[in-house]
């Protein structure tokens, strides 16, 4: 479908002027006219203007689509403020891929003038509905939908900070394509921003009334803001008016700072009161106290709804329940009991990290941010969320701790030992990032290159040793952003290491590689920095490619816990390990466990036509052979919902699996229709689908689906301790990052606190941690790489 949007809903162009223009006003000097070319574009009309420059609809040259081209003002050009501004959207967004979300295509300066070149969505935005007629059931769904683009930039180190009705984008439906909802403008909407738009825009109140209070306070902004703008979203949907009202933005502030919100059924009787408990756990004052996730509070919404008069229940057809498959035996060792500790709090035992800005702030453990005094998160009575709440207070409660501290080391004081490997206990353990998930993404087995099962493993070092580690102040840094799973990896381990070793102060220091400041910039301030002993990331495979050499050549050890790309280990780098499998790898395992260890004869492999869904297909088709059955090997584009003939042609297979390369939300919606068409084989897919979304939109035709992923699974005491540290359940990657972190800390604490010394300690490693066991080639690979797979309840 074609991607266009009449009203492009950007913080700079003000809702009174963002309308649905014939064509460009001639007497406006300056402004692009229709059938004008720029950067190469063909200009249609403007779409609108403001403060920052205008946007406007044009066509790509010479592709058949249409754009939306959006220009930074000349006169803004010199302000760095503005121009950094209007830089920083193009490189988040550009990261960012999401079917929720608006794409940047590309972005240049041209006759001087800089510009981004977006997805162009045909429809209006969220503040254009009229409310009058507004469904509340439509209104859950664009929150819904919203929310699902917040939790994946929250996964990936993003906050939106500008959540409100005029950002999110709602795509007209058309044949075979319901109403899309889209969220723009990421990542360059501040209060601080906004306050400069006073004077410029008059734009100020309406942002503001969706700010959360610490935005509004200075203080440390996380994902959790975002969900608070959302709850102010959905009021404003529900009502026409935001929670806080006033005539002034002193009133509207001191609503957000210091008034209770007020309840939603007080302003519109058919609303529940269960509806008032939800919008009072997302509106809380303080972050904890609100859900783990934009998504939980979604799902808190619908649940509070159902029920009463006027709520549309849509329930999809029973699907066919697919047939019983028993997976191969789990050879993994057994797990060991664990033991519940009292967690132990060292004199001084501390923590050091820098923020962001660049500020060093010392936190000791007994404080608040540690999650010890967190107080029990509030909600509507649902098992979900009860459930979420049991969890943090008994993390609290028990403190339960990796660390062991019984050793009989007897090294010296300028040496920490690693101490007595903690045993891990699998039971319970879950996909990570799923923990909140209608159904549980169940760990099942760890297999090697040759697609046989390996053991799981039984035990893992600890950050914290033995408790006798001294050294001189040292940092390891990370491009992973203080919302990412990766820094919270990272933060409990170097805690859990800090409250074991007073004497030896480790810091954080976060650096912001998609910033303002040009990569390679940031990259030359990390390496010239001599306290920083090593790097967790860079997070992403591009930013790895961008920089990887600064990192190599200045000898700095850099460990990615996340990137997957297998041309990063062909560089010659000798300074870059990598955390997990690649890509590649992870395709050739799979196939040969379908094959050699499943045991399955006939499989249809089901590609989408992205260049991940390629490369996994590709790398699995090659080791399936001829299991791969050529009759019913289909493509499907992203974005496509109607899969009648790819499932007529499986169905006339009678495969004994379906295996499908790409992405979350095609699968969820494939799944249900090939269950309907008596397709009862196993549903085998990648990590992409390691996502709530797709448990939930799938439904009952998940039960049993299998998914691999080089990502490890969570296990309880890992997730309990992450949670009441961070705030929230542990994301993708935190296993690893953890994992990492804790080589580093041993590394450090055993004389090899140099680069060289420390990048000569990571080569000749070998020792076990909590996702798998970590060795490394010469490429910088894992010399035994370990694929996870997990199972649908």
Known sequence: MARVHDRVSCDDVPAGERADSAGLDAGEDGMLRAGEVFAGFVIERQLGSGGMGSVYLARHPRLPRRIALKLLSPDLHANDEMRARFEREAELVARLDHPNIVAVYDRGVDEGVRWISMQYVDGIDAGALDLATLER???????????????????????????????????????????????????????????????????????????????????PVDHRADQYALACTLFWLLTGTAPFTGDNPAAMIAGHLQHPPPPISGRRADLPSALDDVLATALAKRPGDRFDSCSRFATAVREALTGPPGAAAIRPAAPTVPQTWVPPSDVAGAGVPREQTTRTTATDGRTLWEEPGGRASWTEPNQAESGKSRPAQRGP????????????????????????????????ASRGGQGTPQAIEWSGALAPGTAGAPRALEALTQIDQQGKEVAKPSAAITPAGDGHATCAPVAIATTAGTPHSVYGGMKLAVDQFSEA??????????????????????????????????????????????????????????????????????????????????????????????????HFRKICVIQDRSGYGRSLSGSAVSSLGSAADPSCAVEIGRGERDFASVTAAIAAAAPDAVFYSGFAEEAAALLPQLRRASVTAPFISAESTVTPDFLAQA???????????????????????????????????????????????????????????????????????????????????????????????
């Open 137 to 219: 059931a439509r209104a859950v769904e664009i929150v819904a939908e919203t929310a699902k683009a917040l939790d994946y930039a929250h996964a990936v180190g993003v906050v939106h900070r500008d959540v409100k009705p005029a950002n999110i984008l709602l795509a007209r439906a058309t044949a075979g394509q319901d109403e899309r909802v889209l969220l723009t403008d990421f990542g360059i909407a501040r209060l601080r921003d906004d306050a400069h738009q006073l004077t410029r825009t008059g734009t100020f109140a309406a942002t503001l009334a969706y700010a959360s209070p610490e935005q509004l306070s200075a203080s």
């Open 699 to 793: 439904g009952d035709s998940a039960s049993g689906a299998i998914v691999s992923c080089s990502c490890a699974p969570v296990v309880t005491r890992f997730a309990a301790d992450y949670q009441a540290l961070n705030g929230r359940p542990p994301g993708p990657s935190s296993v690893e990052a953890y994992d990492l972190t804790t080589i580093l800390l041993k590394g450090i604490t055993s004389a090899h606190a140099n680069r060289t010394a420390l990048a000569d300690y990571l080569r000749a490693y070998q020792g076990p941690g909590l996702a798998r066991d970590y060795q490394w080639s010469a490429t910088g690979d894992l010399a035994t790489p370990r694929t996870w797979l997990y199972k649908v309840d």
């Open 381 to 412: 009575r649902n098992i979900g969320i009860a459930g979420a709440a049991l969890l943090v207070v008994s993390a609290i409660v028990i403190g339960v701790v990796w660390a062991n501290t019984d050793s009989s080391s007897d090294n010296t």
């Open 501 to 598: 070793n007073p004497d030896c102060h480790v810091k954080l220091r976060v650096f912001d590689l998609g910033g303002a400041e040009p990569a390679a910039d940031v990259a030359a301030r990390i390496v010239r920095d001599p306290s920083i002993a090593a790097l967790i990331g860079p997070v992403f495979s591009t930013e790895i490619q961008r920089v990887g050499e600064i990192f190599d050549d200045a000898g700095l050890p850099f460990l990615t816990p996340s990137a997957t790309d297998p041309a990063l280990s062909t560089n010659g780098w000798h300074s870059f390990f990598r955390g997990l499998a690649a890509d590649d790898a992870q395709g050739t395992a799979l196939a040969k466990y379908l094959v050699n260890t499943a």
